[in-house]
């Protein structure tokens, strides 16, 4: 019997472990992916889909299981099991959810740092001093790390001020100012952000990034687009009535369009 | 050392009304205190839950049309402060902690009896306060969270008056903690040892542990950012050379632990409730125990998880995002023990155990979407957004409102001396379990696919999915009718429950429905098994009940 039992735990997990993993392929919840951020975004979010689906069925079916199986039938009377612990049980489910949690903490990390999230930590210790007059920390970087050496000078400048309720983009090539942000596919971008008065957040969906904009404490964010498109500017932080209304739009062109619309705008050509 | 187990300062029994009016006195009763709070948090759960409705009828068009913008962010700051601090904090510590904790440790009363009574009557004041606040020159409107500059750029008056009823609410919440971790460590029954305590009384514990380690953190934060109101002074306005990322660090050092002051009680209510329905020992005491121990340590240390957007550092990310992950492990211990509580028992399928195994189910989804907000690639996409409202309502409504409506079922015959009726708490429950369901669900897919919260317009393609989830708040409210009536029935004209309709060991009900006011005749007895069901002992029951 015990070997019956064995199998019979052993198939469901399996069935249950399959179950979870068709799920995460084919609910699909997400957004378009529009950033070179966003696939390795989904990747994190599949596995973390996966392991919750898991989870999350399973547990419910062995509450629902319980419920069904266990019920007290009419007319029935007396006490259930007297089973007051199990200590290799125990152990087993301290054991098994601190080895899922270690695992999905490392493999959040590597995502992390494949994001570029480590590199303003790296910037602290270059000894880059050239922007200590402002406290620029913070920001999630993007892109493979192996760029942050070449960031500097291929990199697109953007600053953007948020105020109740709007965002400005400021080009400092071209000396463009912007309500709307105008980006190439394909090349980093990397926003200077501070605000006016409350704190705002620059969100886009499809890039899956997000940084609070905070009076008094510029932020960074980099970012690098992948497809042409239009997509939305959300803010993210409570910043007064209108805050729903405060949207905008990252309109992303290939290189030649961005190139254009940069010379029509620019005031330092005319 | 002896004890005494009389309250030795509480007066003449005759100095304090009787019946009803009881109720609204300045009573020292532990038992009617506790049934205050209960009554108390569920009026303002009530107001609310009106105001919740507000909010989803606003959100069913895209366009701001129901109620002016500015009175919309009034009614969420409401909202999250009414439910937070006025209903589920004092009802799931302050309702069940007063009327079992004595019962629990062998006691007639709480340690400090009047400090108990001024805890909970700092709460009406300060509610009414606070929802009045909105007809004076409109009410704080800068979120339950209050960041700074919004906090201190809208209106002064209606985010003073905030301030001032959190703190009152706050220093009730600490008379309270202090009082609970008095009566559970030096009131406790001669013979009876910690590690025989009911594990509500463990849970009570750390909770309390918690409250009174962080919320005092909350009311000096509090008070800065009033000075920044009222006194212009610069803690946290960035115009005057003040910081506001210190203002959040401070405020999550106290609110995170805020969600444990929350669950952590329910925790402990579930354990209570599961082994009696299911005629079972609860399973894994001593790990039980370590686990809430646990939860307590970790929870202190998490709270910049909620600042992954803010700028935060890259090792301080990494840290919290570690630091948070790891409560599942303690909380996944729990949740394993509970079913295996079920796991071959002789389950009663009423109310009480159905609520309880829809809070299992629910906190299970709230969980696992808690674990990947911890990690900050996945949180910097869906921070601020309905993703994170789904989350914390699955564990503050699927767990805690869950919890309270089915201790509310097991412990009503205790407070009445009535049954309530059973069918009706299924039809409650069904009713309640869909809705909850069809509200929040829904709401994951809205924040990962751009919708933020806190706003009263939003982008047309989202309508569908939030008429959905109005049908879901809908049907949550219409839930509230069966319960009110069921409540009311029963009061009335409720059959009779006797002194143990569960046939249950811990000590609350081994003594007569509703209790004296010693909590029982004669001598407290000494339950040192309160979790002794199971097969190979059927006629200890008998045994205890000689």
Known sequence: MPKLSAILTLTLSLILGITGVWIAYNVDMLPVSASMNAPVYDELYRVLFIIGCILFIGMTALVIYSLIQFRRRPGETGDGIDLEGNITLEIFWTAVPAIV???VGLYSYDIYDRMGGMQPLMHDHSGQMDNQTERVWGGIGSGPIENSSTKNSSSLPIELTAMQFAFIFHYPKGD???GELHVPVGKEVSLKMESKD????????????????????????NFTPTKAGNFPIVCAELCGPYHGGM??????????????????NSKESI | MTISLKPSNSPPEKLQPTGWLKYLSFSLDHKVIGLQYLVCGFLFYLIGGSLAGAIRIELISPISDFMPREVYNQVLTLHGTIM?????????????????IPFYVGARDMAFPRLNAVAFWLIPPSGLMLITSYFINGAAQSGWTAYPPLSITTPAAGQIIWILSVLLLGGSSIFGGINFIATILKLRRPGLKLMQLPMYCWAMLGTSILVVLSTPVLAGTLILLSFDIVAHTGFFNPSLGGNVIVYQHLFWFYSHPAVYIMVLPAFGLVSEILPIHS???????????????????????????????SGTPPWMRLFFTIATAFIAVPTGIKFFNWVATLWGGKISLNAAMLFSCGFIINFVLGGITGVALAQVPFDVHVHDTYFVVAHFHYIVYGGSVFVIFSSIYHWFPKFTGKMLNENLGRFHFIITFIGFNLCFAPQHWLGLN????RVAEYDPQFQLINQISSVGALLMALSTLPFLWNILQSILYGEEAGDN????????????????VENWEGEAPLVIEPYGYGEKDSNKIQEVMK
């Open chain 1, 101 to 103: 949690v270690l695992f």
């Open chain 1, 176 to 178: 463009i100012i912007s």
């Open chain 1, 198 to 221: 409350v704190i705002h957040a620059f969100w886009v969906p499809q890039f899956r990034l997000k940084q609070d904009v905070i009076p008094g404490q510029p932020t960074i964010l």
């Open chain 1, 247 to 264: 949207r905008s739009n990252v309109i992303v062109d290939e290189q030649e369009d961005f190139d254009t619309w940069l010379k029509e």
């Open chain 2, 84 to 100: 937070i601090f006025l209903w589920i904090v004092p009802v799931v510590n302050g309702a069940f902690g007063n009327y079992l």
């Open chain 2, 279 to 309: 005629r079972k020992p609860l399973f894994g005491y001593t790990t039980m125990v370590f686990s809430i121990m646990g939860i307590v340590v970790l929870g202190l240390v998490v709270w910049a998880h909620h600042m992954f957007t």
């Open chain 2, 450 to 453: 751009g919708m933020p919260r």
């Open chain 2, 501 to 516: 309709p569960w046939e249950a060991l811990t000590p609350e009900w081994l003594t007569s429905s509703p209790p004296p």
